[in-house]
């Protein structure tokens, strides 16, 4: 039984040999050992050969620039670190480089011998990508990517969002406005429009602010929709909101609280919400991993989703604990 086991947990061995072993160890009676299978795990994982091994980052953007406060450097920067301590590289991919099309990205992936990737966010009028899905193991990150329906990853923005209004509210805060651009919300399933409406629906009439998400964002819809209905703390996608507040006048958070639902915790002082992409960067990598090891590759039939909470960053930009009276 312990070449069975050996064999079936050898990586170089084929799929359909590793499933005739499972198979005939199955009705001989074996029952796995645990701490065996963690062993070999460990083996797999720490084996010197895969310095070699690549794995690909698909940037969908319209641009290969992204912004120092972008939220996905964390992301990328994180499943790289992880990538090399599990002895892999990851190597990002322009989907829009000149001359590139998805039949000549699959071909590039594959010369290289890259058969695992991970997906970036799309952009918001192109939810699909057609690659050679047979040839990889794939992951995307976020919910951007409507088709093919694939293994994803990706921060809980329902979850977060009810976080940050409860939190709000804890510090006080009764009349609790949120502002953000439609395409922003739509591009994210409107999760976080969700979350209000029903952190509401619990509240007092006069205690619910009426949302904004105009399809055009912009500071004069912004400051009219605040001087409309004077919200105690504002909640945005936007740090242009908070910007705005203050050019019209308002001590943050002295006159009015403000809150993001996305912050960088390394890069900003704003309170809000830190949504942990970091840590999707290190289970993408260890998602990949795990299905390369069991040779699972094409389009899944039940695609599986890890979803992550976020957490309160504290920032200046609304009341501490310390402010609320008993």
């Given at each position: 039984m312990t070449v069975s086991?050996?064999?079936r947990n050898n990586p170089r061995s084929s799929k359909k040999t590793r499933e005739r072993i499972q198979t005939l160890a199955a009705k001989m009676g074996y029952?796995?050992?645990?701490?065996?299978?963690?062993l070999m795990s460990y083996l797999r994982t720490n084996k010197s050969h895969r310095s070699q091994y690549t794995l690909g980052y698909i940037n969908l953007r319209e641009s290969?620039?992204?912004d120092t406060k972008d939220e996905i450097n964390s992301f990328y920067r994180e499943a790289q670190q992880h990538a090399q301590h599990l002895g892999y590289t990851l190597q990002e991919f322009w989907a829009h480089e000149k001359g590139m099309t998805y039949k000549r990205l699959s071909d590039v992936l594959f010369a290289r011998g890259i058969k695992g990737l991970i997906i970036g966010p799309t952009p918001i009028?192109?939810?699909t990508l057609n690659i050679s899905w047979e040839r990889f193991t794939s992951v995307a990150l976020g919910c951007t990517l409507r088709e093919p329906k694939i293994h994803r990853v990706l921060s809980d923005r329902y979850q977060n969002t009810l976080l940050a209004l409860r939190t709000l509210r804890e510090r006080g805060y009764?009349?609790?406005?949120?502002?953000f651009n439609r395409n922003d919300d739509l591009y994210l399933d409107s999760s976080h429009s969700a979350g209000l409406l029903?952190?509401?629906?619990?509240?007092p009439t006069s205690e619910c602010v009426p949302m904004l998400r105009p399809m055009n964002w912009s500071r004069k819809t912004f400051i009219a929709w605040y001087k409309r209905h004077k919200p105690d703390v504002v909640v945005s996608l936007s740090e242009d909101?908070?910007?705005?507040?203050r050019e019209y006048g308002c001590k943050v958070p002295e006159d009015v609280g403000f809150a993001l639902l996305v912050v960088i915790r390394e890069l900003t002082t704003i309170s809000g919400i830190n949504d942990n992409l970091k840590s999707l960067g290190q289970i993408a990598i260890e998602f990949i991993v795990r299905h390369l090891d069991r040779d699972e590759c094409g389009?899944?039939?039940k695609p599986q989703t890890i979803s992550i909470r976020g957490e309160w960053h504290e920032g200046t930009t609304v009341r501490p604990p310390s402010s609320i009276s008993d």
């Open positions: 086991l050996a064999l029952i796995p050992d645990p701490a065996i299978n963690k290969n620039y992204r009028e192109n939810h009764q009349r609790i406005g949120c502002a029903v952190f509401q629906e619990d509240l909101a908070l910007e705005w507040l389009i899944p039939v």
